[in-house]
């Protein structure tokens, strides 16, 4: 006898006396329900579009026609007035990567971690990145800036008529925040009057501020950088804990006795930290460096600020020191961040 299968809810069941009298389910046989089921029409599987056909094979052969990697070069410096970028902003915002940054020409500068800090100039890495999108045939997206057109190579007239959208900005670091607005505002004194006891003139149009160091900084930053003491900023102090180096600047030249003197000034502190360091350092094979550490605020700065410029007219800064290995030249002292300019 055969016998009959009930569906209730999502359960198979013999027993009529175990479904409700009221239950509307329609009874079917297991069998036959997967019979029905099969003859039900089906929807065609649809191949997916791919948004960029060929883009594996072309990131392959951009791989392959990349230029060998540059020649490493410890003294290499950027030229004057070239805006810098480290590796890791460099990653995000070109979206370069490792083998990529390699073909490229970088200064290097030491930093708080074990392996130095290379710096790309900005311009090298807008245009490795361009010819990389046009390679690749995606769009060219550079510091959160998508452009829909060619805007030329960088440093040309045509990036400024380019077609552009600009995502959503990312939150500003906290040091450039505090450099762009820093709180509560330091105390500015723009003012300069020449020492009258100068024994040399001043130079005309005299460059007060230092491209190794940022617009504020620390009471200790301002210090070890213009040679003063804290007794000699204490107004300043009281203002703020945020120093104006301008300010600084001035106020130093001012008590050395004149832009000559100041100079002098910080070449005496030199020498005698040199002397000390080997004094300290003697017998040992530890690297003879400075025990100054700039401030968080001033160590971020160097980690994107460009290339150093040296004048004539600029006023000198006393940097931290330390003793490098010139291979077969010796060793020689060098000025933290980089090297030869005060």
Known sequence: MAVLWQCY???WTRDRDKLPRHSSVTAMAPDRIQASSSNSPTKKPTSKKTKNPGLRKRQAEWKQQLPSPWTVNEMFTHPP????????????????TDEELRTLPHETRPSDHIQPMKLYSSDALFNLARDKSFYLKTPLVVC????????????????????????????????????????PPPLVVSKYEPPAEAENPDPPNIIWTSTQLPKVGSESDACRAYCVEPSEIADLVAASHWIHFETVSKRAVNLHGGFHAHRDFVKRRRNEEKQ??????????????SDFEWSPHVRQFHESC?????????????????????????????????????
């Open 276 to 289: 000390q360091l080997q004094k300290k350092y003697e017998g040992t094979y530890d690297t003879e460096k």
């Open 306 to 342: 460009g290339s150093p410029r040296t004048d004539v007219n600029r006023v000198a800064v006393h940097l931290p020191i330390e003793r490098v290995c010139m291979d077969d030249y010796g060793t020689e002292w060098e000025w933290l961040p980089s090297w030869g300019y005060f």
């Open 81 to 96: 007035y070239t805006s810098t970028v480290a590796t890791k902003a460099a990653k995000a915002d070109y979206h370069l």
């Open 144 to 183: 959160g800036i998508t452009y829909h057109t060619d805007p030329g190579p960088a440093g040309t007239a045509s990036g400024s008529v380019a077609a552009i959208s600009i995502a959503k900005p990312k939150k500003e670091l906290k040091w450039m925040e505090d450099e762009r607005d820093p709180q």
């Open 9 to 11: 809810g999502n359960r």
